[in-house]
């Protein structure tokens, strides 16, 4: 998994409770991204970061914020968790956004987040 | 008109088939066309990256672009079970307004013994 870590893999929480979700990567790749996939809308882009502190908003940031303290890891918070955010949700790395290949995005292994 | 279209199958074939998977995309900026395998509970990993119109090969995998038809493939020769995943295509527009990944929504393949 190119060195990307997810934690925690399975979590079930409740609805209005916060939640935090974290990536961690030892590639030292500039920008990190947070998706969510869900059956019959595939991965959807939520959030990404080009450095630290440096963050911008993907298709649904709605619900989801972000933080970049360090390079290595990039930190995904449900502020009060909704049923609509039962999802599936990948980090991604990338080196890059040049383009070509050092524009490769590198998954994680997922996080499963069931909101009751 | 939706970004990426990718029929979603499930597509079943036996061992040895060749299989063809395919994407249409409406956004002509478009310009690196990528394939990505997810095997099931596991994260998508790339599989195939074509820059531009025309055909790449790796293996039994060929990537195919024909950007006037806005139309790209996914050729697997002599199929086999470890080749059961979902397959997603992936476009992004290098030097647009965030040059993201748009991800199609998969097509899940089966291949049986």
């Known amino acids: 998994d190119a060195g990307i870590t997810q934690s925690p893999r399975h979590k079930v929480t409740e609805t209005g409770t916060p939640v935090t979700l974290r990536c961690h990567q030892t590639?030292?790749?500039?920008?990190m991204y947070w998706y969510r996939q869900d059956p019959g809308h595939g991965l959807r882009l939520i959030h990404y970061?080009?450095?630290?502190?440096?963050?911008d908003k993907g298709e649904v940031s709605d619900g989801y914020s972000v933080s970049r303290s360090k390079t290595e890891d990039f930190l995904l918070t449900l502020e009060s968790a909704t049923s609509s955010q039962t999802s599936v949700y990948f980090c991604?790395?990338?080196?890059?956004?040049?383009?070509?290949?050092?524009?490769?995005?590198?998954f994680g292994p997922g996080t499963r987040l069931t909101v009751l | 008109q939706k970004e990426v279209e990718q029929d979603p199958g499930p597509l079943s074939v036996p061992e040895g088939a060749i299989v063809s998977l395919n994407c249409t995309y409406s956004?002509?900026?478009?310009?690196?066309f990528m394939w990505y395998r997810q095997y099931s509970r596991k994260g998508p990993e790339l599989l195939m990256y074509?820059?531009?119109?025309g055909n790449k090969e790796d293996g039994r995998f060929t990537a195919q672009v024909d950007k006037s038809s806005k139309y790209i493939s996914l050729f697997i020769r002599d199929s086999q079970p470890s080749d059961s995943a979902t397959y997603l295509c992936?476009?992004?527009?290098?030097?647009?307004?965030?040059?993201?990944?748009?991800f199609g929504k998969g097509t899940k393949l089966s291949v049986k013994p």
């Open positions: 970061s080009y450095g630290v502190k440096d963050t």
């Open positions: 074509t820059y531009s119109s």
């Open positions: 956004n002509s900026a478009f310009q690196y």
């Open positions: 991604a790395i990338s080196e890059s956004k040049a383009g070509g290949p050092r524009d490769t995005q590198y």
């Open positions: 992936a476009f992004t527009n290098y030097g647009g307004s965030q040059g993201n990944l748009i």
């Open positions: 590639e030292n790749h500039r920008y």
